[in-house]
C-alpha cells in the first residue's frame, strides 16, 4: 500500500509558476515510478511527468516538457512538480500517482492522491 497526498495548488496568473508537492508513505516506494498526472473539466486525466524513486530518471509529456520540473526527495519521501511560464491551458486537478514498475509513461497506475486544484488565470 502507498499514501499520497498532495499540496501546493492554487490560483496564478498566466506566466506564473507553482509549485506541487506530493508526500508518500508506505510500501517500498524505491519498488514504484511516481509521477504526476492532471485532468482537465470535461477532458481524461492525462501524463504529465514521472521519475523513478531510485534512479531519478524522468520522463515528461511532449506538451510540458520545458515547463514543468519534477523531482524527488528521497529523504523526505516527497515528489515535486515545479510548473512555470503557466498557461490558462493548464488549468486542472493534479494527481500524484505511483506505479510499481518502470514503464515512464505509467499506463497502469496503482495508487492515486486525492488531487490538487490548479487554476491559471488570464
Known amino acids: 500500500q502507498v499514501q499520497l497526498v498532495e499540496s501546493g495548488g492554487g490560483l496564478v496568473q498566466a506566466g506564473g509558476s507553482l509549485r506541487l508537492s506530493c508526500s508518500a508513505s508506505?510500501?517500498?516506494?524505491?519498488?514504484?515510478?511516481m509521477g504526476w498526472f492532471r485532468q482537465a473539466p470535461g477532458k481524461e486525466r492525462v501524463f504529465v511527468a514521472s521519475i523513478s524513486w531510485s534512479s531519478g530518471y524522468n520522463a515528461y509529456s511532449n506538451s510540458m516538457k520545458g515547463r514543468f520540473t519534477i523531482s524527488r526527495d528521497n529523504a523526505k519521501n516527497a515528489l515535486y512538480l515545479q510548473m512555470s511560464s503557466l498557461k490558462t491551458e493548464d488549468t486542472a486537478v493534479y494527481y500524484c500517482?505511483?506505479?510499481?514498475?518502470?514503464?515512464?509513461?505509467?499506463?497502469?497506475?496503482?495508487?492515486w492522491g486525492q488531487g490538487t486544484q490548479v487554476t491559471v488565470s488570464s
Open positions: 508506505g510500501s517500498t516506494l524505491s519498488n514504484y515510478r
Open positions: 500517482a505511483a506505479a510499481f514498475g518502470g514503464i515512464a509513461t505509467m499506463p497502469r497506475v496503482d495508487y
